[in-house]
């Protein structure tokens, strides 16, 4: 039927359908709650609301990814500078340009063109069918047929197809842990009062889309569907702007940085040169040969290089990367914002501790769904048989139970509800099968769990009598129990505040009649056995992997859609959390679409838990760390993760037991699902930017020596040191080899020993400004004055002082490559063979140079000739002194680094 007063969509996305009672919402959707929508309604309802599904978002071509290459201001002068070439009848200069753009260029579509799109893979989650009514007929449909007011019923094992406001459900429980991270199936009640302001995880009157029903029926009216439900609302985050990696950044600044530089100085030389009535075609050579000194043209390749390398190194480790610039990016963070379930701990119920109403706990061993493990007091053995009462509470837990689990070869099925799951495995763990113990034990009868009953009860023959095998609340089964209620709570309370789930367990024999009748309120006097905490443990590496990230200098948080005392005693025991520290929940956050209360975003900043987050309210955390000045990488495993992954500077998914979902919002995929193997992507990350640096050192230095060379040829009036392409053959050739060798480089002894990098902080920082200066400076004075030296006082002509000058500059950076290897350790305290390949560069740089000089043709293109021995290795000594330079600026900066730590401890701290 239709309704004129139908809520648009605005409206049905916003209103809070959980507080509303079934019967308002089913009138507000102008449907009937048992015949359900008309075919003609539905198709109305389709034309105004669309299709049940998300938007696709459409891959790039590849033209338009390689065109998104060029947007970078290196890249624009080094086209200018091609096209300059071109037009002036350089075609040598402008063949060497545009092979490296070009080179460059298809390297990064290649990487990019990779990367699926997150929303494509949210609209795989929602390709399920649905059982509707309509005109009072039940009949299966595609769920994007579903439209708002379609009566839809569910059953165990099904996904859900869209946001359900339930009306009637029997024994209905949802696994939302995807979407909340809450590990325990959910139990619905479609009678339940709620107010507003009801967090996403509590929501018990509500059926979200794409999670799944753990157990029971349902029966509900669609009140959200497509982008209005809640997955919609994640879809929607996801097509937000990413954040930009660290080492992008940085980039960007440097090369705005060498393009103004380049700028000022062409200008300033160029008037120089006019002023001295230099004809305009030689200014336009002296222009692109300071371009092309200037730009190190092998830059990009050779950073695209060191970040793949890096990337491959990470795979090996476990860790998959999808964007490249995440492989530095994961190195820089300050701060990783870890997911609670499946991510740090097993998602899978595990009972841990049983505590009887007096004596000592019994530990078990053994996590998940592992049958192996043993139970201890106090760190000593104990025989599960040989405790009547222990074996009695593992019996009944088995006994009282609807689920299955079985193992062959090796592999683990599981079918029912997690708790009754967790008790089969404790029974496995202490010697008793559940089928076993029905062989012996017959069930004759039992009352299921309801949630308003707390409990639930199963009837077994033992010989001749009938036996209650009970689970369910302490405090409700205190009350058939003949035992103090105040011990039960305080023993209850005690293992509930350790982040245990409580739940507790009692026999006793029954009569005929009151199996018969499976009256709850005759059972009386059974025997109160004790408590069983059952918890998500804890990966087994988690622990090793935070310790590891503290001593890194990285923050670990928690954030979870869990209950906060479940979340607080995962942190307590990675000592995220402090004894006395508290979780900051979801209902303080607010909601992301109001207003922030005041103190919240300071809250956000000094805690280390967050629980009951729903997914949008991830993002306002992660925002918030990063106004703080983190740099934040994001871990996670679920659909709920999925938008935190995209807003972070780094998302991190887990591959083997996440949802695709989260994999694609990633940057980096952890394919062992371990948090340790973050620990390996952060030091492969550190060792990845300290190579870019290195690389950068040796190019750069490169490029000061040239403009230094170039700067000095004007002032004092001399022919150009070099032609453009011999700049080319320097800059790219020759260092080419030997810096995507150098981007092989091993990591640093202190790698992760050091403090993260500030996040404001420059590739081109102090530290390196004065690297370059000084083996820039030093390469290109004595440079200029070996090529003034040949010129004026040999009387050699500009053809072989050029020849000579090339020569002496490969030599250079032959030598400067070794000196780069470490921004603070001696080259001569780093082993080759710790680099053999860069060895080999050096060597075979040096070979293509002094080859190139016998091939015909070739040799012309580069004007060079050959040379004697004699010369060369003249020329070599002169190259060698520039270790002298570099490792006494080393061990200068060491020094006095060391006296200023010991200055800094020395002094007496203020009052």
Known sequence: MADDTLPDRNELAERSWHAVSGDEAVHRLGSDGEAGLSKAEVKRRQQEFGENKLPEQQRETVFKTLLCQFKDPLIYILLIAGFVSLAIGNLEDAAFIFAVLAFNAGLGAYQEYKAE??????????????????????????????????????????????????????????????????????????????????SLGDRATLLHAGTTVASGRGRGVVVRTGTMTEIGRIAKSLT????????????????????????????????????????????????????????????????TVALSIGSNRMAQRNVIVRKLPAV????????????????????????????????????????GYDAEGEATRNGETVDAAGEEWLRRLAVSGALCNDADFEVEDGEVRTRGDTVDVAFLVLARKLGWSRDELLDEHPEIGGIPFESERRFAVSFNRHDGDIVAHAKGAAQTLAEMSEVDPDAVQRREEELAGEGYRVLAVADGAVDEATADDADPGALKGLDFLGFVGLIDPLREEVRGAVEACHKAGVEVRIITGDHPSTALAIGRQLHIATEDGIAVTG???????????????????????????????????????????????????????????????????????????????????????????????????????????????????????????????????TPLPLTPVQLLWLNLVTNGIQDVALAFEKGEPDVLERRPRDPDERIFNRLMIEEVLTSGLYMGLVGFGVFWYLTTQMALDTFDARNLLLLLLVLFENVHAFNVRSETRSAFRIPLRANRLLVAAVVAAQGIHIVSMFIPGWRDVLEIDAVSFTTWLILLVITLSKFLVVEAYKYFRGRGLAAADYRQKARPERG
């Not at 799109?117 to 390709?127: G, I, T």
């Not at 029997?170 to 909340?180: F, I």
């Not at 914002?337 to 899978?348: F, I, P, V, Y």
Request: hydrophobic fraction near 45%; glycine fraction near 8%; charged fraction near 25%.
């Open 328 to 367: 530095e990016g994961l190195g820089a963070c300050t701060l990783i914002a870890s997911d609670k379930t499946g991510t740090l701990t097993e998602n899978r119920l595990t009972a841990k501790r049983i505590r009887p109403l007096e004596g000592a706990d019994i530990d078990i061993s053994g996590g």
């Open 117 to 198: 799109s997150a929303a494509q893979s949210l609209q795989e989650v929602l390709r399920i069918t649905a059982e509707v009514t309509r005109e009072g007929k039940r009949e299966e449909v595609d769920s994007t047929e579903v439209v708002p007011g379609d009566i839809v019923t569910v059953k165990s094992g099904a996904s859900v197809p869209a946001d359900i406001r339930l009306l009637k459900t029997q024994d209905l429980r949802a696994d939302e842990s995807l979407l909340t991270g809450e590990s325990v199936p959910v139990k619905k009640r479609p009678d339940a009062e709620l107010d507003a302001e009801t």
């Open 240 to 303: 937000e702007e990413e954040q930009v990696p660290p080492l992008v950044v940085r980039v960007r600044r440097f090369t705005r940085v060498i393009a103004i530089a380049i700028l000022v100085v062409i200008v300033v030389l160029g008037l120089i040169q006019a002023a001295r009535g230099e004809d305009l075609v030689n200014i336009f050579f002296l222009a692109i040969a300071l371009a092309v000194s200037a730009i190190p043209a092998g830059l990009p390749v050779a950073i």
């Open 587 to 717: 209902k303080e956050i607010g909601s992301p679409d109001t207003e922030q209360g005041d103190g919240v975003d300071e809250r956000i900043r000094d805690a280390s838990v967050f629980a009951r987050i729903e997914p949008r309210q991830k993002t306002t955390i992660v925002q918030a760390l990063q106004d703080a000045g983190h740099f934040v990488a994001v871990t996670g495993d679920g659909v709920n993760d999925a938008p935190a992954l995209r807003g972070a500077h780094i998302g991190v998914a887990m591959g083997a037991s996440g949802t695709d979902v989260a994999r694609n919002a990633a940057d980096l995929i952890l394919t062992d699902d371990n948090f340790a193997s973050i620990v390996n992507g952060i030091e492969e990350g550190r060792i990845a930017y300290d190579n870019v640096r290195k690389v950068v050192w040796l190019l750069i230095s490169t490029g000061v020596a040239e403009l230094v060379l170039f700067t000095l040829s004007v002032i004092f009036a």
